[in-house]
């Protein structure tokens, strides 16, 4: 029958209404359902309760054959912008044949959604078209686009340019039947009877769908999600928290995933699961363009086992033996990945060396080297690596490729975790995107991983700051708290971490990452302890100077300050106080304040002199401390410091 009881509310102010609904005699529209305006209601279909169909003004709304509008719908247009629907009108909103908008959708005009589409639970579509047969999952957001027809949108999709639009895959037969069943489900009934009808086969349904989607909403879910991310040109990340962290939003990022390959970033994602069993772990989608994440999602709780990643996509080894042997034929479980790589460092002349590291040591960074692995060949170089792995059962175990002459990593992989898996394929780091070239920094210092956290965070707009603590202090989580790093790229920032670790051989030093909108600490990395086998030259600054030319925390040269004068760098500070009429203090610190950040004031430089004058007098008074380290502040007129640079050190 029927439903010709149609709810009218008045629309918004300042709005008119032009026409009345013309609904067709077969559709079923709820008494709770609220429609306004010129909609266009065609054959059979259904408007569930609690929909929201409003066109005010010269707004006209479409909606086709047979198509589903769930509950809690709203459709709703702008005054200004039209669509061309298939009948060759122009409507605010054209919905065609056999479509399905289901729970809570959001659907604005100018809109157009092709026959046979779907529209998953929450999702939002503005100035946009849909082509034909499109499916787009829960939680998305089409805005600017025209989807093609027959493209699949995965859940939690964000799809604001042509381009990505242009890349979404096509619609598979599992995905059409997924939605058929999710529609046959929901069909609202139209009478008692039918209702019964429906509830009937509502068991048969959930069954057949329960032996052919048992893990889409677990494992096959993250397939899909990684698979449709990559089609999309999108970088694959993951963090993880405990419970405490969670709660406090306190989420720390987990080794980058250089690969695009959906093997091997499938095989990482489940290396990163099965580390952080206990915790919670999310999947993030990064749009490497845009500098920004394009999906967060929750894929692992601590009281979930960790799950497996296995089926089409994927295929993960599990041994009962502590570690896994790797030959140069390409047996063992890492599929010859490991051995090919190998293999392609050696015959460019690099370097095989290997790193360990226990659980702790693992998740706070601190891999231990284990040298370079002897061998005048390929099949000698594998003979040691299994012999390491074997001397480190239990233990995680990566293998690094090095370049001896440009001095920089050329790969790295973890062939060993202590579950006794195996690591991904390894992959170039230079062929990563959005990678930090290794010659803006020294191994083993800071890694190539740590370049890739450092060009992530600031994709995010983070700011990234250092913090150092002795032992004692380190045990008793006592940091001291470095002003926050300034650098233009993440060379820059890069260089300035490589100077720091050489100032403070024998201290903990971490990398802070810090949101500065919502004042929260994003990553907590341990990158250095006491007693590195080797830290980098001591080479310019800190870090560049900022726009003003100042830079918080840098050095104005590694040497000390010469009889004839101060150095170019220091000079530069001061003239740069000087012409903005800042005040200049001098500090200095023996070596065990130095580490504890207690700096002593050394005096104060009259103001108003002239620009030689002044580096006199700076020369003179730090002279006074030789032996010492002697640093330049500079100071505005509300007392707040502009400039903390070390201009003279031991």
């Known amino acids: 029958m029927a439903a010709q009881s149609v709810s009218a509310t008045s629309p918004a102010l300042g709005s008119r209404i032009v026409a009345e609904p013309k609904i067709h005699d077969s559709a079923y529209v709820h008494v709770f359902s609220n429609l306004v305006g010129d909609v266009r209601v065609g054959e059979n279909v259904i408007i569930a309760p609690g929909t929201s169909i409003r066109a005010t003004d010269s707004m006209s709304f479409h ?61 939002t579509v503005f100035n946009a078209r849909l082509g034909r047969g499109s499916i787009v999952m829960m939680h998305c957001l089409i805005q600017d686009v025209e989807i093609p027809p027959g493209r699949f949108v995965p859940s939690g999709s964000i799809i604001t340019t042509q381009q990505q639009a ?87 990022t987990c080794a980058p995933i250089q690969s695009t390959s959906e093997s091997a970033v499938l095989s990482e994602l489940q290396g990163c699961l099965s580390d952080h069993g206990g915790e919670y772990v999310r999947l993030i989608g990064i749009d490497p363009k845009a500098k920004k994440r394009v999906l967060e999602k929750i894929i692992q709780r601590p009281e979930e086992a960790p799950m497996s990643l296995n089926g089409a996509a994927v295929s993960r080894s599990h041994s009962n033996s502590s570690h896994v042997s790797i030959s140069s034929n390409g047996a063992g479980s890492t599929d010859g990945s490991a051995a090919a ?29 284990g040298g370079f692995l002897s061998g005048s060949n390929e099949s000698a170089i594998m003979s040691a690596l299994n012999q390491f792995m074997a001397q480190h059962s239990g233990e995680y175990v990566r293998v690094v490729g090095v370049d001896p002459v440009a001095k920089k990593r050329l790969m790295e992989t973890i062939v060993q975790r202590p579950n006794g898996q195996s690591g991904g394929s390894i992959t170039p780091i230079a062929a990563a995107a959005n990678s930090v070239s290794a010659s803006h920094f020294s191994a083993p210092s800071v890694s190539a991983d740590l370049a890739s956290q450092v060009q992530q965070l600031l994709n995010q707009g983070a700011a990234i700051g250092l913090e150092f603590a002795d032992q004692r202090r380190y045990r008793a989580s006592s940091w001291t708290t470095v002003p926050t790093l300034s650098g233009r790229s993440a060379g820059d920032i890069l260089s300035t971490i490589n100077r720091f670790i050489a100032d403070h051989p024998n201290d903990y030093i971490r990398v802070i990452g810090v949101d500065t909108k919502a004042k929260k600490r994003l990553v907590e990395l341990t990158i250095s302890r006491p007693g590195n086998q080797s830290t980098p030259a001591l080479t310019q600054s800190y870090s560049a100077p900022s726009s003003n030319g100042y830079s ?39 070596v065990r304040r130095y580490k504890i950040n207690s700096w002593q004031t050394a005096g104060v430089i009259p103001s108003g002199g002239s620009e030689s004058s002044t580096m006199n007098q700076v020369q003179a008074l730090a002279g006074q401390h030789a032996g010492s380290y002697v640093r330049l502040v500079g100071t505005d007129g509300s007392k707040r410091r502009v400039l903390e640079a070390v201009i003279q050190k031991p």
């Open 63 to 123: 909606i086709g054959a047979n198509t589903n509008v769930q509950d809690g719908v709203v459709i709703h247009g702008l005054a200004s912008g039209r669509v061309q629907g298939d009948d060759g009108q122009v409507y605010s909103v054209w919905i065609g044949q056999n479509t399905a908008i289901t729970h809570m959708a959001l659907v604005n005009g100018p809109a157009y959604v092709g026959s046979d589409c779907f529209i998953g639970f929450r999702t």
């Open 166 to 252: 242009d890349r979404l895959p096509d619609v598979t037969p599992q995905d059409q039947q997924f939605v058929k069943h999710i529609i046959g489900v929901t069909q609202s009934p139209r009478s008692s009877s039918h209702c019964a009808e429906v509830s009937a086969s509502i068991p048969p349904i959930k069954n057949d769908m329960a032996s052919t989607y048992q893990s889409k909403s677990a494992s096959t879910e993250v397939v899909d999600h990684v698979r449709q991310l990559l089609a999309q040109g999108y970088r694959i990340g993951t963090e993880h928290a405990n419970k405490r962290q969670f709660q406090n939003g306190g989420w720390k």
């Open 341 to 369: 790589q190998i293999r392609q460092v050696v015959n460019r002349g690099g370097r095989i060396s290997v790193e360990f590291a226990n659980k702790r040591q693992f998740q706070n960074g601190g891999w231990q080297s």
């Open 552 to 590: 918080n925390g840098s050095t104005a040269s590694s040497a000390p300050l010469s009889s004839g004068g101060l150095n170019a760098k220091a000079a530069d500070h001061v003239r740069n106080l000087v012409r903005s009429g800042h005040k200049l203090t001098l500090e200095f610190a023996d």
